[in-house]
């Protein structure tokens, strides 16, 4: 079965600081691979996917996410945060099944 | 583009109650979803509808819960009867097709909580 571990449940930054957010899958076949952000008062929505072609994929907002298959890991990354950034994020899995598998989710608060 | 449509947005009822939620998907996605998101934890699926078929439902309690899509288009979800375990927000999203590479759409969630 697929799963999805992200390490970080709460980041705290201050606006310019970096960002990684760490997510690693479990699944041995091809996989698809999303991040979902959750504004504070708004739905889930897409920032990125990845599911073939260059592991570096790009998203709204200036944030970027890297496939590495033989870490199993597919982390989210911005050079520099935004107050506007403050959300949770979500990384997801579809391994085939079409069943998309989330994490636990990160919660990111930007303090300006 | 109209978005993905839940309702009520909010839900208050007392264990062994029963309660409804109702999704309307963007128009034109066949694939349609219910997720069942605990505090503190990601959305985890319940079941999914390619038009008006289940492709997967592993996940729904059966015993309790229940979904249907009649026409392929608007779907509800039910629980029958509701434990306190149920206090979540159920969300229901949409995409175009099944594929494993879809964007998922996503409501803005029915916040239930059972007392």
């Known amino acids: 079965a697929q799963s999805v571990s992200q390490h970080n449940h709460h980041v705290i930054l201050s606006e310019a600081a970096s960002l990684e957010l760490g997510c690693n899958y479990s699944y041995g076949g091809t996989v698809n691979l999303f991040w979902y952000v959750q504004y504070p008062g708004q739905h889930l929505q897409l920032l990125l996917k990845?599911?073939?072609?260059?592991?570096l994929v790009k998203g709204i907002k200036g944030f970027e996410a890297e496939f590495i298959k033989s870490k199993f890991s597919f982390n989210l990354r911005k050079p520099s945060v935004q107050w506007s950034d403050t959300a949770e994020y979500f990384c997801?899995?579809?391994?085939?099944?079409?069943?998309?598998?989330f994490g636990i989710g990160t919660k990111l608060q930007v303090i300006p | 583009e109209a978005g993905v449509a839940q309702s009520p947005r909010y839900k208050i009822i007392e264990k062994r109650q029963s309660v409804a939620f109702w999704c309307n998907p963007i128009?034109?996605?066949?694939?349609l979803y219910w997720y069942q998101q605990i505090l503190g934890q990601g959305p985890k699926l319940l079941i999914q509808f390619q038009n008006n078929g289940v492709v997967d439902d592993s996940q729904l309690p059966k015993d309790r819960f229940s979904a249907e899509r009649l026409k392929g288009v608007d779907s509800t979800l039910k629980i029958q009867p509701a434990k306190l375990e149920d206090s979540a927000v159920y969300l229901c999203a949409s995409s175009l097709e099944a594929g494993g590479n879809e964007k998922l759409f996503f409501g803005s969630g029915t916040q239930l909580s059972v007392l």
């Open positions: 997801a899995v579809n391994g085939g099944y079409q069943k998309v598998t």
């Open positions: 128009s034109g996605h066949a694939t």
């Open positions: 990845y599911f073939s072609g260059d592991p």
